[in-house]
Nanobody, 119 residues
Framework: QVHLVESGGGLVQPGGSLRLSCAAS????????MGWYRQAPGKQRELVAP???????LYADSVEVRFTISRDDAKNTVYLQMNRLSPEDAAVYYC?????????????WGQGTQVTVSS
């Protein structure tokens, strides 16, 4: 099992920045991919940025250049640096970890952290 705890959300003005953190615990060695997702009211949850075990990264078109995903293996933590935030970025941000042991794959989710972008 993997337990994920997000933090760092809050209220920020348009154009501002926030850094989200996702701390993982449990069977860390089974994690193959970690990623940030977000869900705005009335919308489906969408992928923001994943980072693989090998360090490969992707970004959703809507956040590329403005957001940066990174990780600190010593702290078992993945970060999402969000710059130039706009009201369209407001959502609950979730951290997801996909684990794999042989052919058994599982997804683990954090509880989410709210990001509000408003003046």
């Amino acid at each position: 099992q993997v337990h994920l705890v997000e933090s760092g959300g809050g209220l920020v003005q348009p154009g501002g920045s926030l850094r989200l953190s996702c701390a993982a615990s449990g069977s860390i060695h089974t994690i193959r991919v970690m990623g940030w997702y977000r869900q705005a009211p009335g919308k489906q949850r969408e992928l923001v940025a994943p980072i693989t075990e090998g360090g490969s990264i992707l970004y959703a078109d809507s956040v590329e250049v403005r957001f940066t995903i990174s990780r600190d293996d010593a702290k078992n933590t993945v970060y999402l640096q969000m710059n130039r935030l706009s009201p369209e970025d407001a959502a609950v941000y979730y951290c997801r970890a996909r684990t794999a042991v042989l052919d058994d794959e599982n997804d683990w989710w954090g509880q989410g952290t709210q990001v509000t972008v408003s003046s």
